[in-house]
């Protein structure tokens, strides 16, 4: 199948600090992109949804001015925690679709832990 | 607006069993639909993808199966294995939609 790639795969910060996650798509191109984050023993939970050139579109409940999504190109797409404090820590997971059959991939995910 | 129900929540088997995970979805209007299995602190793999004119697909000892119509997919596992264990997912697409579905999951165990 195809690959996601995602980087850092962790990241440890102090409060108060921003933390920027890479996701991209590595061979193919990718028409929407969307990042999850996931509690332990919870299920995925859609923070945001991303076409490339737009602005995300933002899942309720989800801060726009704390979680900024950039989705630059058809294979890149950033995710940056501003001000992160430590009720921020979790895993984070992007995802692209693309391809003929419309699939969704899923990169290896962004352990992140704020101090 | 989609929800997903999967069942059982959790199973848990002796090697070697054949093995069958639910999932139902309440809006039938799908493009696709995928099975994902998730191992602890990692990403998700896709398993399988049917598209809404298909009934079924496999892939080694996977089968999905999917009734459009009656709003549900079935995930076969044969002869399942300890490596098997994980939380597997079912995630339907809707037609036109963007935003892919995830049920909570079955998180299966299969004991050596």
């Known amino acids: 199948g195809a690959v996601v790639s995602q980087h850092p795969s962790w990241v440890i910060c102090k409060s108060g600090t921003s933390v920027k996650i890479e996701c991209r798509s590595l061979d193919f191109q990718a028409t929407t992109m969307f990042w999850y984050r996931q509690f332990p023993k919870q299920s995925l939970m859609l923070m945001a949804t991303s076409n490339e050139g737009s602005k995300a579109t933002y899942e309720q409940g989800v801060e726009k001015d704390k979680f900024l999504i950039n989705h630059a190109s058809l294979t890149l797409s950033t995710l940056t925690v501003t001000s992160a404090h430590p009720e921020d820590s979790s895993f984070y997971i992007c995802?692209?679709?693309?391809?003929?059959?419309?699939?969704?991939?899923f990169g290896p995910g962004t352990r992140l832990t704020v101090l | 607006k989609q929800e997903v129900t999967q069942i059982p929540a959790a199973l848990s088997v002796p090697e070697g069993e054949n093995l069958v995970l639910n999932c139902s979805f309440t809006?039938?209007?799908?493009?696709?639909l995928q099975w994902f299995r998730q191992d602890p602190g990692k990403g998700l793999t896709s398993l399988l993808l049917?598209?809404?004119?298909?009934r079924e697909q496999t892939s080694g000892r996977l089968n999905a199966s999917l009734d459009k119509s009656s709003g549900r997919s079935t995930l076969y596992i044969a002869a399942s294995q300890p490596g098997d264990s994980a939380t597997y997912l079912c995630?339907?697409?809707?037609?036109?939609?963007?935003?892919?579905?995830f049920g909570a999951g079955t998180r299966l165990f299969v004991k050596a």
């Open positions: 809006d039938s209007a799908i493009y696709n």
């Open positions: 995802s692209a679709r693309g391809g003929k059959n419309n699939e969704q991939f």
């Open positions: 995630a339907p697409l809707r037609t036109g939609g963007f935003k892919t579905i």
């Open positions: 049917i598209q809404s004119s298909q």
